[in-house]
């Protein structure tokens, strides 16, 4: 089992930053794949942005790309987002996955994490 535990997320206007985290606990996250995905109301959950630790790379999705960025820390075991330049269309329930295999943004995902609301008025 593998269990994420996100922190971070709130409140920013346009133009802001923020950072979430994802603390990956019962598994080396290094031999699983990683990935941050978000959910606005009446919308479908969409993958944003991806880390595949046994083929070294990143994908983002056009819409946050020079914008987000995926990270991780090794020793503490953490997965990241940081998120720049927000805009109201960010708004959204931002959720931590993980996965054994490698699967692409718009499938299916094994492990998620609590959630966390990232809110940006404009």
């Known amino acids: 089992q593998v269990l994420l535990v996100q922190s971070g997320g709130g409140s920013v206007q346009a133009g802001g930053s923020l950072k979430l985290s994802c603390a990956v606990v019962?598994?080396?996250?290094?031999?699983?794949?990683l990935g941050w995905f978000r959910q606005a109301p009446g919308k479908e959950r969409e993958g944003i942005a991806a880390?595949?630790?046994?083929?070294?790379?990143?994908i983002y999705v056009d819409s946050v790309k020079g914008r987000f960025t995926i990270s991780e820390d090794n020793a503490k075991n953490t997965l990241y987002l940081q998120m720049n330049s927000l805009k109201p269309e960010d708004t959204a329930m931002y959720l931590c996955a993980a996965d054994f295999g490698t699967p692409p943004l718009g499938g299916r995902w094994n492990y998620w994490g609590q959630g966390t609301q990232v809110t940006v008025s404009s």
């Open positions: 880390l595949y630790t046994g083929i070294g790379n990143t």
């Open positions: 019962g598994y080396a996250y290094s031999s699983v794949s």
